[in-house]
């Protein structure tokens, strides 16, 4: 089924360890984004990508990094977890500005 | 300060009542979307309204996006236990990122 695939579904680091977040699309979307979803402070973007080796920063990007090497992939790279980075982490992709978003199904991350 | 407030924040109700949630904003918006989320799943977008003073129907859903292009409001017509959920509304004023507003969530009672 086409979509956005996230993976992994649920994750456990320890404070000062990294990690990659995996997100792909097969919807050949030119724009993703990630978001963190926190009780009481709804979707935040963390970064943003509006095509192929394109990427900018949200609204909360410090502690992660993005890359946008092909069209489908648009992976999340936490450099050294916190456990403020504690939080649903959403991929999401689109057609372009005025289309909606596909969301994946999510990462749970805890960081203790 | 929040781009887009929504209201109510928490709504609960007894099946077949009718409901209104609200989602607001001092920004203009190219268009403004809808979603629906439920317990351990993504977004799923509902509708997205682009013209102002326009009314889009799904269902029992009624949405209209204001004649300002300031504001949207989503109407559900004798709610049903499968329309709970948290409902958030999207836009992005201009040629920006989408940004969210923090959801109401919805609990329809049996």
């Known amino acids: 089924n086409a979509g956005v695939t996230q993976t992994p579904k649920f994750q456990v680091l320890k404070t000062g360890q990294s990690m990659t977040l995996q997100c792909a699309q097969d919807m050949n979307h030119e724009y993703m984004s990630w978001y963190r979803q926190d009780p009481g402070m709804g979707l935040r973007l963390i970064h943003y990508?509006?095509?192929?080796?394109?990427?900018d920063q949200g609204e909360v990007p410090n502690g992660y990094n993005v890359s946008r090497s092909t069209t489908e992939d648009f992976p999340l790279r936490l450099l050294s977890a916190a456990p403020s980075q504690t939080s649903v982490y959403f991929c999401?992709?689109?057609?372009?500005?005025?289309?909606?978003?596909?969301f994946g199904s999510g990462t749970r991350l805890t960081v203790v | 300060t929040q781009l887009l407030e929504q209201s109510p924040q928490f709504l609960s109700i007894q099946e077949g009542e009718n409901l209104t949630v609200y989602c607001n904003s001092s920004?203009?918006?190219?268009?403004l979307q809808w979603y629906r989320q439920e317990p351990g799943e993504g977004p799923v977008l509902l509708v997205t309204v682009v013209t102002g003073g326009e009314v889009k129907k799904l269902k029992r859903l009624t949405f209209q996006f204001g004649d300002a292009r300031k504001d949207s409001s989503l109407h559900i017509t004798a709610a049903q236990p499968g329309d709970t959920g948290l409902y958030l509304c999207a836009g992005a004023p201009g040629n920006t990122p989408l940004v969210f507003g923090k959801g109401t969530r919805l609990s329809v009672i049996a």
């Open positions: 920004s203009v918006f190219s268009s």
């Open positions: 990508s509006v095509g192929a080796g394109i990427t």
């Open positions: 999401a992709s689109r057609r372009g500005q005025n289309y909606g978003y596909t």
